[in-house]
């Protein structure tokens, strides 16, 4: 079973800067498929950044230019990096793992922006 724990979340003002950090229990090296989505009370969830199989990472439009992931295989932990942060970017952020056709999720972060 894999585990990952997230980090990193907080309260910060608008245009502020937060690093999430998701820590996997296992190694990461050989995953293709892993990222951070994001709820927001009475919003769907969604998808803001993501590992995939092509090249360059996946982002939302809302945090293109924003926020970047990035990757640390020798720790088993993937980042994401989150600057001009708005208000509308107040949620819980999940980071996902897919592993050997098995889905693993992290507890969850909340990431507060208000002034």
């Known amino acids: 079973q894999v585990q990952l724990v997230e980090s990193g979340g907080g309260s910060v003002q608008p245009g502020g800067s937060l690093r999430l950090a998701c820590a996997a229990s296992e190694s990461i090296f050989s995953v293709n498929l892993m990222g951070w989505y994001r709820q927001a009370p009475g919003k769907q969830r969604e998808l803001v950044a993501a590992?995939?199989?092509?090249?360059?990472?996946h982002y939302a439009d809302s945090v293109k230019g924003r926020f970047t992931i990035s990757r640390d295989n020798a720790k088993n932990t993937v980042y994401l990096q989150m600057n001009s942060l708005k208000p509308e970017d107040t949620a819980v952020y999940s980071c996902?793992?897919?592993?050997?056709?098995?889905?693993?999720w992290g507890q969850g972060t909340q990431v507060t922006v208000s002034s």
């Open positions: 996902y793992a897919a592993i050997s056709s098995k889905w693993y």
């Open positions: 590992f995939t199989s092509s090249i360059t990472p």
